[in-house]
Every structure is written in C-alpha cells, then in structure tokens.
C-alpha cells in the first residue's frame, strides 16, 4: 500500500484532518494500490482494524462511507452475503409466486402463504418443481 502511505504521510506533515476531500485521496490511494479494484469489505476491515494502516485514524465507516460515495467500494453479491450468513436471499414474496406460477394461479391468489416461514415456503417450492420436472419427464415418454 504504497500509495496510501504516501497520501497519509503527505496529510499528517500537513497536519490535515482525514475527512472530506482528505479522505477521497486516502480512498483513491487506495484504489490505486488494489490495482484499480474497488475496495472490499474485508479490505475495509483490515486497514481500520487494530494493527491496520489506518488504526485510531478513521473507523470502518467512515472509510466505507467515502469509499461507497466515491464509486470505489465493491459491495457484496448475494451469493456472498448468502454464504456468510448461510441463508437463502430470495424473499418470500419471491416463492409465492414460484408457487403460483406452477400451479397456475392467478398471481396473489396465494398471498397469505406471504406469512409462512421461509425455509418451509422453500421446501414447497422446490417440492413442486421436482414434481412438475417430473410430471415433464413423464409426458414426453409417453409421447415416444
């Protein structure tokens, strides 16, 4: 991170406060130093955690905060934020309408399953996929 020790050195002999505009250069130095990628929410973690390069200077926050505004932060996809969690991110609302649609119904005809539990409304989804998948199957072999 040679570029960010640069900028904080440059703002400390200067005896700069690390917000606003002084923070946007903190955030392209970094910037720069990734390799033009935008930074991540690990990478913020570790550059403000104790032992980190800006430690007691600037919390996560703030740097995530000016990061984000600045276009130079990286958010998390769902299928990481899913991993991390070890849930599901597909909203309720989402499996009532699979539901509808496989069962052809008119799409809210369904709408009080809304309030079911989520790992119970996935199940039954995916039960009635596997069985649509296989009433599928069964109608092309009787067609052959």
């Given at each position: ?54 430690a007691g200077k600037l ?86």
């Open positions: 991170m040679k570029n960010l020790q640069t900028v904080i050195e440059a703002l400390t002999a200067k005896k700069e406060a690390l917000t606003g505009e002084n923070l946007g250069k903190i955030v392209e130095a970094i910037y720069i130093d990734n390799g033009d990628k935008a930074l991540t929410n690990q990478q913020v973690n570790e550059l403000t955690a104790k032992g980190g390069e800006l919390s996560a926050s703030q740097l995530r905060g000016k990061a984000v505004s600045a276009g130079y932060y990286q958010k998390k996809t769902e299928q990481e934020k899913a991993s991390e969690h070890g849930t599901s991110q597909t909203r309720k609302s989402a499996y009532v309408a699979s539901i509808e649609t496989i069962l052809s119904l008119q799409a809210g005809a369904l709408e009080s399953l809304g309030k079911g539990k989520k790992p119970e409304l996935e199940l039954l989804a995916n039960a009635l996929i596997a069985m649509s998948d296989t009433q599928a199957a069964n109608s092309k072999a009787d067609i052959k």
